[in-house]
T-cell receptor
Framework: DQQVKQNSPSLSVQEGRISILNCDYT??????FLWYKKYPAEGPTFLIS?????DKNEDGRFTVFLNKSAKHLSLHIVPSQPGDSAVYFC???????????FGKGTHLIIQP | DTAVSQTPKYLVTQMGNDKSIKCEQN?????MYWYKQDSKKFLKIMFS???????INETVPNRFSPKSPDKAHLNLHINSLELGDSAVYFC?????????????FGDGTRLSIL
């Protein structure tokens, strides 16, 4: 039972363009959503989060959009840089629960 | 300085053995976690500890037991290892419980069962 879904296993984007990574969820109890970036042989690194009471959060080149009625969020990276090539995980937390529920990840490849 | 460190990075052992993975965080966080990333690449929560109290156990077999000697450490002991235990295990920590607190992860321990 996948409560957080990332339906694109991989995405290829040209350097300088916008990268858009998508995430869908099914659990209405999720109140926070987080994006993590992961390089091979390293642990996930926190990028940006958004509360369910907001529809947008921005941090530098990274912006997360939340559409609560569609149970959909997206991460925009602009402009995309070669160092952005990594696996991106969407994660969610529900209320006071501590564990994060992760999607399967999207492998972003930035082409020169 | 490494914020969340796990040892060993690689662990190869035979079925039936007992092994431990250590985790330490120097961030002063009060909550620590263990996640398992299986062959399908899903990261799934196994345990979390807050102030030395277990607060989540996501139907993990009782062969797995977390032990926290203090707030900065959460070790994972695994008894009678099985083939299905082969995975990457990640330790993480955060300040506070839930409510979107970002979790900081270690680099993982790749466990291979022969």
């Amino acid at each position: 039972d996948q409560q957080v879904k990332q339906n694109s296993p991989s995405l290829s984007v040209q350097e300088g363009r916008i990268s858009i990574l998508n995430c869908d969820y099914t659990n209405s109890m999720f109140d926070y959503f987080l994006w993590y970036k992961k390089y091979p042989a390293e642990g996930p690194t926190f990028l940006i989060s958004i509360s369910s009471i907001k529809d947008k959060n921005e941090d530098g080149r990274f912006t997360v959009f939340l559409n609560k009625s569609a149970k959909h969020l997206s991460l925009h990276i602009v402009p995309s840089q070669p160092g952005d090539s990594a696996v991106y995980f969407c994660a969610a937390s529900a209320g006071g629960a501590d564990g994060l529920t992760f999607g399967k990840g999207t492998h972003l490849i930035i082409q020169p | 300085d490494t914020a969340v460190s796990q040892t060993p990075k690689y662990l190869v052992t035979q079925m039936g053995n007992d092994k431990s993975i250590k985790c330490e965080q120097n961030l002063g966080h009060d909550t620590m976690y263990w996640y398992k990333q299986d062959s399908k690449k899903f990261l799934k929560i196994m345990f979390s500890y807050n102030n030395k109290e277990l607060i989540i156990n996501e139907t993990v077999p009782n062969r797995f037991s977390p032990k926290s000697p203090d707030k900065a450490h959460l070790n994972l002991h695994i008894n009678s290892l099985e083939l299905g235990d082969s995975a990457v295990y990640f330790c993480a920590s955060s300040q506070g419980r839930g409510h979107g607190q970002p979790q900081h992860f270690g680099d993982g321990t790749r466990l291979s069962i022969l």
